[in-house]
């Protein structure tokens, strides 16, 4: 029974005490970041606030995990093994435990994640509709610019949603039948530009890990679900932005949005959004470009950069000391000892 606490009562401890306050010192970077950077960072700041979101979750779960990992491997927490239960074995496997422990948890949401993301933007049960596929089709093919979307556009009949960018490995663009009979073609390419640039974001990979990092953190949602919600909808304002900077209309994009907006339930990762205030600033700025159109903007986002951290916030503990790790293991000894003793 001893070499089962660490493994369970110290991945609670995690998850309860050292996650929480990432997800609040990171609040406190974007607070921050929010009052001293100036406003022509707005770029910089939209994609500090996904790598915030993101590593408040990953840092403490890698780091940990990989310390679990590290000790069990090199045998530098059989110390605390016998310090705590006179452990006699050269090699302690609690930590190995405790690292499998945190990567289940982690596993589990994400898996669960993923599934309830899919099947609440495409039902399994969704038809295509060929005559109005064959209409936007045609549309991408007569448009340079939107010829990477070539093969990768689906109508289905009865979607819930407008129109959005699905697809974790191979992302494509998935329409309502309604929203297409709605637009003319304008509007339509429009939509079409849009989604595209939420595309070459890798946008649904993104939603998908930053929903994951929420949900993963108990207190997550507390802190940074309001961080997580401006960012998405940041993101919305780069697509428009994008979208007429490389060759949309301004207007008709303004259109597209209007009429999903009218049919959208909830809002998601798609074109339209059901906020009024949130809608009128998106139909502004667009017919703003109409007078000024923007230049475009760097396509390098904080993705690359949040893999390349979290690559490395994995390896660190193995090459430096894993005194957090004994840490807890000593509390989750010392707890669980003086409530039973």
């Known amino acids: 029974m001893t070499e089962a606490i660490f493994p369970i009562v110290g991945a609670v401890l995690v998850l309860l005490f050292v996650m929480p306050v990432s997800a609040m010192l990171a609040r406190v970077v974007l607070v921050a970041a929010d009052r001293f950077m100036p406003p022509s960072w707005f770029y910089i700041q939209q994609e500090l606030r996904y790598f915030s979101v993101v590593m408040a979750s990953a840092a403490p779960l890698l780091w940990f995990a990989s310390a679990g990992l590290h000790q069990a491997e090199s045998g530098v927490g059989s110390k605390v093994c016998a310090l705590e239960h006179a452990a006699t074995e050269s090699l302690c496997p609690e930590p190995w435990f ?71 490995a191979q992302p494509r663009i998935v329409l309502s039948a309604e929203f297409v009979q709605q637009l003319d073609d304008d509007a339509l390419v429009g939509a079409l530009h849009h989604e595209l640039e939420h595309v070459r974001g890798h946008d649904p990979l993104r939603f998908l890990i930053a929903a994951w990092a929420l949900r993963v953190n108990p207190w997550g949602r507390i802190f940074l679900h309001g961080e997580l919600s401006r960012w998405r909808f940041e993101r919305e304002l780069q697509c428009d932005k994008e979208a007429v900077a490389n060759g949309a209309d301004a207007a008709a994009i303004a259109h597209a949005i209007v009429t999903a907006a009218r049919r959208s339930e909830r809002s998601v990762a798609a074109l339209g959004d059901t906020d009024g205030r949130a809608l009128k600033l998106r139909v502004e700025l667009l017919l703003a470009y109409q007078e000024r159109p923007p230049a475009r903007s760097s396509r390098h986002s904080a993705f690359g950069a949040t893999v390349a951290a979290a690559v490395v916030w994995a390896l660190l503990p193995h090459g430096g000391r894993t005194w957090a790790l004994d840490a807890v293991h000593v509390v989750a000894e010392t707890t669980v000892l003086a409530i039973t003793s």
Do not use: H, K, Q, W
């Open 98 to 168: 405790f690292a499998l422990a945190l990567v289940l948890y982690a596993m589990g949401f994400a898996l669960t994640r993923s599934s309830s993301y899919r099947t609440r933007l495409v039902p399994r049960s969704a038809r295509r509709n060929a005559r109005l596929e064959a209409r936007v089709d045609a549309l991408v093919s007569a448009c340079p610019e939107l010829r990477r979307l070539e093969g990768y556009c689906e109508v289905i009949d009865d979607l819930t949603i407008p129109i959005a960018a699905v697809g974790i």
